[in-house]
């Protein structure tokens, strides 16, 4: 790893202490060193708050020092103005004349915008150093503005014989699979997306709550599949205490729960996940979480419409029951939460 790539690599650290609370903005992280000491730096951290570099020259003790520094930044600095400056002309301002970034900003706003403003004002600018792992970080903002869709993950608990719920239900609510270990990941991995989604028998048979109640970050967007309003009204989903899409062929009731409850019409005829991920693009949702069941998870896998699958699968068996989703992808990681065992997959 060159020098380069050393610090380029503390700011993606840094970035990552943003995920789930920079929506709609990228994670950026940003370093400035100065005769190879790291003097300050910094990291986005809430949308309308001031961006990484910013930070990153605040925390700065000597301002004199930085017209001799480099100022490392995993995202092109902004070009425009927004809810905060641009950074690339606080960068000019404060005469940074080296800069070095992971990668270029998608966003139509930026795009190349930044650099060529700060190569104008006569800055020596290096890009694309650990440009992979840059545009990694960002895959839910890359994904959006590429390609107007979320970013799509998959995530089921499967018994040890490949099971995802009983034949028969007794309570309408989960059945557990994984422990409370797992269980508590995945309320963090709700409060690091933009939106979760279930489909309708899901939502009779385990009336969840879809919500962050197992770790302390902001709740997703709930998102349900109702095609003929077959839901009971007295679900949590319902409850009008978290924004909620419901999917639905059907012209619904009036509805007390006011903007809380938002009702999209779709064609079920149609290709089903192109229209959902258009409905969640057009309500600014960079990333989903799909929940289940089967028949909907399997058909967006059928679609290819998916970007990940984290997968848990427990120590107990069913039988019989509820048979898991059948894809395939390439393996990143697995992990062992006690007993329960974590494969993450991307889609190829």
Same mark, same amino acid.
């Given at each position: 790893?060159?020098?380069?790539?050393?610090?380029?690599?503390?700011?993606?650290?840094?970035? *990552?202490?943003?995920?789930?609370?920079?929506?709609?903005?990228?994670?950026?992280?940003?370093?400035?060193?100065?005769?190879?000491?790291?003097? +300050?730096?910094?990291?986005?951290?809430?949308? +309308?708050? $001031? @961006?990484?570099?910013?930070?990153?020259?605040?925390?700065?003790?000597?301002?004199?020092?930085? *017209?001799?520094?480099?100022?490392?930044?995993?995202?092109?600095?902004?070009? @425009?103005?927004?809810?905060? $400056? $641009?950074?690339?002309?606080?960068?000019?301002?404060?005469?940074?004349?080296?800069?070095?970034?992971?990668?270029?900003?998608?966003?139509?706003?930026?795009?190349?915008?930044?650099?060529?403003?700060?190569?104008?004002?006569?800055?020596?600018?290096?890009?694309?150093?650990?440009?992979?792992?840059?545009?990694?970080?960002?895959?839910?903002?890359?994904?959006? @503005?590429?390609?107007?869709?979320?970013?799509?993950?998959?995530?089921?608990?499967?018994?040890?014989?490949?099971?995802?719920?009983?034949?028969?239900? *007794?309570?309408?609510?989960?059945?557990?699979?994984?422990?409370?270990?797992?269980?508590?990941?995945? @309320?963090?991995?709700?409060?690091?997306?933009?939106?979760?989604?279930?489909?309708?028998?899901?939502?009779?048979? /385990?009336?969840?709550?879809?919500?962050?109640?197992?770790?302390?970050?902001?709740?997703? !967007?709930?998102?349900?599949?109702?095609?003929?309003?077959?839901? $009971?009204?007295?679900?949590?989903?319902?409850?009008?205490?978290?924004?909620?899409?419901?999917?639905?062929?059907?012209?619904?009731?009036?509805?007390?729960?006011?903007?809380?409850?938002?009702?999209?019409?779709?064609?079920?005829?149609?290709? #089903?996940?192109?229209?959902?991920?258009?409905? #969640?693009?057009?309500?600014? #949702?960079?990333? !989903?979480?799909?929940?289940?069941?089967?028949?909907? #998870?399997?058909?967006?896998? /059928?679609? /290819?419409?998916? /970007?990940?699958?984290?997968?848990?699968? %427990?120590?107990?068996?069913?039988?019989?029951?509820?048979?898991?989703?059948?894809?395939? %992808?390439?393996?990143?990681?697995?992990?062992?939460?006690?007993?329960?065992?974590?494969?993450?997959?991307?889609?190829?």
């Amino acid at each position: 790893m060159n020098i380069h790539e050393k610090y380029i690599k503390r700011c993606i650290e840094l970035a *990552k202490n943003g995920l789930g609370t920079t929506y709609p903005n990228p994670l950026v992280g940003s370093v400035i060193v100065h005769k190879d000491r790291i003097i +300050g730096e910094g990291w986005h951290q809430k949308a +309308g708050a $001031p @961006h990484a570099e910013v930070n990153a020259v605040n925390s700065v003790k000597d301002e004199s020092l930085l *017209k001799k520094s480099t100022i490392y930044v995993s995202l092109e600095p902004c070009s @425009h103005f927004g809810k905060t $400056p $641009p950074c690339s002309d606080l960068i000019i301002a404060k005469g940074i004349k080296k800069v070095v970034i992971g990668c270029v900003d998608p966003f139509a706003e930026v795009a190349g915008r930044g650099i060529k403003k700060l190569m104008e004002a006569g800055c020596e600018v290096q890009v694309g150093i650990l440009e992979k792992k840059c545009q990694d970080l960002n895959k839910r903002f890359f994904r959006f @503005h590429q390609k107007k869709r979320p970013y799509i993950i998959l995530k089921w608990a499967q018994t040890a014989d490949g099971f995802i719920a009983p034949e028969i239900q *007794k309570k309408r609510e989960p059945v557990w699979i994984t422990n409370q270990y797992s269980k508590q990941l995945v @309320h963090k991995w709700r409060s690091e997306e933009q939106a979760i989604l279930v489909g309708t028998n899901t939502a009779i048979a /385990d009336n969840p709550k879809l919500n962050t109640r197992l770790w302390n970050g902001k709740n997703p !967007v709930r998102v349900v599949i109702d095609k003929e309003l077959k839901i $009971p009204q007295d679900s949590a989903l319902f409850d009008g205490s978290i924004k909620t899409i419901v999917l639905t062929e059907e012209q619904p009731e009036k509805t007390s729960k006011g903007d809380n409850l938002v009702f999209k019409k779709l064609d079920f005829q149609q290709n #089903l996940p192109e229209q959902i991920c258009e409905v #969640l693009y057009r309500h600014n #949702l960079q990333s !989903v979480i799909i929940e289940g069941g089967t028949k909907t #998870l399997q058909t967006f896998i /059928d679609a /290819d419409f998916w /970007d990940e699958a984290r997968i848990f699968t %427990g120590i107990s068996e069913f039988y019989k029951g509820v048979k898991a989703p059948e894809f395939s %992808g390439k393996i990143l990681s697995e992990t062992t939460l006690e007993r329960d065992n974590l494969k993450i997959y991307k889609n190829d």
